[in-house]
Structures are given as structure tokens and as C-alpha cells.
């Protein structure tokens, strides 16, 4: 497919992060940013994926307060000493973080204008991990366009 600026391009990364689990929030904007000028496209999207199932991508204004405000909401929604059916199948006790997860969903899209991409002044592209314990986490992002 051809637009009228290049040829469509689709690029793959993947970052990873060392997580603390427990609603572990980080900011992989700067990431991001350097994989869109990485990937030397000018406009289209940025998708930042998370993969696995107990973590969540979301864009917030990533500043201590809110950071604090997110935990205490996720806990209020889905209590870590609540009794969750998940238990009954996997007896592995993150039952919370997959409820949580599935509100926050896996994956962000980002419009990349003019090469970067096109986030609010105190908007930032982060990753939450919701699991019980430490992980070594992936997010794919994939930036495409032209």
C-alpha cells in the first residue's frame, strides 16, 4: 500500500521492564519516543502492547500524587484480600490482578504527527503491573505508517 508521503511502513520493538508487581506504575514515554524516531515515521501510530495478562497500559500525567491516587483506586476495585474465583482454578493468589488488568486493558494507542508522538503536555505512556510478586515484563510497540 502506498501513501502519498512514502511507503507505509510497519516496526516492531520490545521493551523490557523489571516490575515490583502490586500495582507497579512506569512511564516508558522517553522509550516510546525513541522507537518512534527509531522507526523513522513521520505520521500514523505508536501501539504500545503489554503482554501478559496481570498488567495494563494506560496515558496519565505521571506525577507522585496521581501515581498514589491510582493505587487506592485499584485496591478499592478490586481488593488483594478479596476471595476471587480465579483462585479456585490457578491457587496462584492474583486473582486481583487479572480483574484489575481487564479494566485497564492491554494496549495504548498513540497518533505519531511529524514524528513523535502526539501527546498532551503532561501526558505520559505507562505500564502498570498488577501481579503479586517481581517479573521481568515485555511491552511490544509497534509504530506504523508512513
Same mark, same amino acid.
Given at each position: 500500500?502506498?501513501?502519498? @508521503?512514502?511507503?507505509?511502513?510497519?516496526?516492531?520493538?520490545? /521493551?523490557?521492564? #523489571?516490575? %515490583?508487581?502490586?500495582?507497579?506504575?512506569?512511564?516508558?514515554?522517553?522509550?516510546?519516543?525513541?522507537? &518512534?524516531? @527509531?522507526?523513522?515515521?513521520?505520521?500514523?501510530?505508536?501501539? !504500545?502492547?503489554? &503482554?501478559? @495478562?496481570?498488567?495494563?497500559?494506560?496515558? *496519565?500525567?505521571? =506525577?507522585?500524587?496521581?501515581?498514589?491516587?491510582?493505587?487506592?483506586?485499584?485496591?478499592?476495585?478490586?481488593? %488483594?484480600?478479596? *476471595? $476471587?474465583?480465579?483462585?479456585?482454578?490457578?491457587?496462584?493468589?492474583?486473582?486481583?490482578?487479572?480483574? #484489575?488488568?481487564? !479494566? /485497564?486493558?492491554?494496549?495504548?494507542?498513540?497518533?505519531?504527527?511529524?514524528?513523535? /508522538?502526539? /501527546?498532551?503536555?503532561? %501526558?505520559? &505512556? &505507562? $505500564?502498570?503491573?498488577?501481579?503479586?510478586?517481581? #517479573?521481568? #515484563? =515485555?511491552?511490544?510497540?509497534?509504530?506504523?505508517?508512513?
Amino acid at each position: 500500500m502506498k501513501a502519498k @508521503s512514502g511507503e507505509f511502513k510497519v516496526e516492531n520493538y520490545s /521493551l523490557e521492564l #523489571r516490575t %515490583q508487581g502490586f500495582c507497579d506504575i512506569h512511564d516508558i514515554t522517553d522509550a516510546g519516543r525513541e522507537k &518512534v524516531a @527509531s522507526s523513522g515515521i513521520q505520521n500514523g501510530q505508536a501501539v !504500545f502492547f503489554a &503482554v501478559g @495478562s496481570t498488567a495494563g497500559m494506560t496515558t *496519565v500525567e505521571y =506525577e507522585p500524587g496521581l501515581i498514589q491516587d491510582l493505587k487506592v483506586f485499584f485496591e478499592k476495585m478490586a481488593p %488483594q484480600n478479596e *476471595v $476471587y474465583h480465579h483462585e479456585e482454578t490457578w491457587h496462584d493468589g492474583n486473582g486481583f490482578s487479572h480483574v #484489575r488488568a481487564s !479494566f /485497564l486493558k492491554p494496549s495504548v494507542t498513540v497518533p505519531v504527527v511529524d514524528g513523535k /508522538l502526539a /501527546l498532551g503536555t503532561w %501526558q505520559q &505512556v &505507562v $505500564y502498570i503491573d498488577f501481579d503479586n510478586r517481581p #517479573r521481568t #515484563r =515485555e511491552v511490544i510497540v509497534q509504530v506504523l505508517g508512513v
